[in-house]
């Protein structure tokens, strides 16, 4: 006969074994969640957080020395300008800045690179998908044979093809974050250049419109 208290002390002791390795295998795991997360590129960035005054001295009407009086601009950047020379009422002036759009150089340049920009954006998303690789080839043969043989193989073809289509699949998981972060850089440079490029069409159509309207007033006079 087993003594009770020696089966039931042996069991609480099997039970608390059981309880430490499960909080081992927990504190293991815990460990390599927090190294994983330790191990992402970069910190995320936070934008700073820039104290702004109350009021500004200018908000009201001011008097120059002069006597004349100015007020504070109201820029409307974030508006979509469109044609807006067209309020010149000059048709003239409207063929040459659909002219300028397509022709000048500055801008073409800008555009080149907003598209070399998305594209790099693009190149950097693809890497979250696996990439396959394939290339096929085909090969003809044909052998030759000697007389005394064709005789006996005259029924036989002598020519042989042979097709190849091998292919290849690699991913890579984006465990430590440098995928997404290289895909956020693209993307704020690809913001970048077209900003650059709204400010380069501005520049050149401003020009454009500044010198039509000098070279009228030149004729008039």
């Known amino acids: 006969m087993i003594d009770f208290t020696q089966y039931l002390a042996s069991r609480l002791a099997n039970r608390g074994i059981g309880q430490r390795n499960r909080f081992v295998h927990l504190s293991l795991l815990l460990l390599t969640l927090c190294g994983f997360t330790g191990c992402n590129v970069g910190p995320k960035y936070l934008r700073p957080v820039v104290p702004a005054p109350p009021a500004f001295k200018e908000l009201g009407t001011q008097q120059a020395d002069d006597g004349s009086t100015w007020k504070t601009a109201q820029p409307q950047d974030g508006a979509l300008r469109g044609k807006w020379w067209e309020i010149y009422q000059e048709s003239e002036l409207d063929a040459l800045e659909d002219k300028l759009n397509v022709s ?14 998305r594209a790099q954006v693009q190149q950097a998303r693809s890497n979250y998908y696996p990439t396959v690789s394939a290339g096929a080839s085909y090969a003809r043969n044909r052998s030759s ?30 465990l430590w974050g440098r ?43």
Request: net charge negative; aromatic share 10%.
């Open 104 to 117: 000048n150089q500055n801008i073409a340049q800008s555009y080149d690179n907003f598209m070399a920009a």
């Open 179 to 221: 995928v997404r972060n290289t895909v956020h850089q693209f993307s704020r440079a690809a913001q970048v250049s077209a900003a650059d490029l709204e400010n380069v069409k501005l520049t050149e159509q401003a020009n454009l419109a500044v010198f039509y309207f000098q070279l009228r007033g030149q004729d008039a006079l």
């Open 145 to 174: 044979q000697s007389q005394g043989a064709a005789s006996s193989l005259s029924s036989a073809n002598p020519n042989s093809n042979v097709f190849n289509l091998p292919f290849d699949v690699s991913w890579e998981p984006d």
